[in-house]
C-alpha cells in the first residue's frame, strides 16, 4: 500500500496533531473523502465531527472517552490499542475510523453510515471495508514506526520520518 500521512492544518494544534492518508493515486485525504460523501445527508452530524476534531487539537487532546473501539478479538489483540471510532453519542449514525495514538494524535481514516439494524461494523459491507483499511494503514504504519522510518519528535507531539510511503521512494 502507498500512501502519504498529511497533517490535518485547522485541526491539528498544540493539543493533539490531527492526521489522514491521502492513498497513492488520489488527490484528496480519506478524510476529506468521508466528509465529501456524507456532508449532504449528515450535515449537522459532520459539522459536530468537525467540531470534535477542532477541539481534540486545540483543546483536549485525543481523549480516548472521545473514542470507542470497533474490533473483533482477534483484531483487538493486534491492533486493539490503535484503531477506535470517533464517538458523539448512540443516536449519532455516522462512524468515522482512525489510528489513535494515545491523546497526542489521530489519523482519520474514512467511515460510513450505522444503521440501527447493524450491531457490529462486520455486518456492514461498506463499515466492514473501511475498518478493514484503516486496519491495514495501521500495520503498515505501526511497522513503520518500529523500524525507525516514523518516529516521533522530539517532544513526542507529531509524526517525523518517512511521511510518504511509496515503494520507489
Known sequence: MNYEIVEMEPFSGSEAKVYSIIPEGENITLFEKFVDE???????????I????????HATGARESFFKHEGDKEFFRKYGKYVWALYDDDERKLRLYCIRFT?????????????????????DENLSEEVRKIMAYAEIILKQLDDGDLYWSNNGAELEGNLKNYDNE
Open 38 to 48: 456524507h456532508k449532504v445527508a449528515y450535515k449537522d452530524e459532520i459539522k459536530d
Open 103 to 123: 491523546n497526542v494524535a489521530i489519523i482519520l481514516g474514512g467511515g460510513g453510515y450505522k444503521d440501527k439494524s447493524v450491531i457490529k461494523w462486520q455486518d
Open 50 to 57: 468537525l467540531k470534535r476534531l477542532k477541539q481534540i487539537g
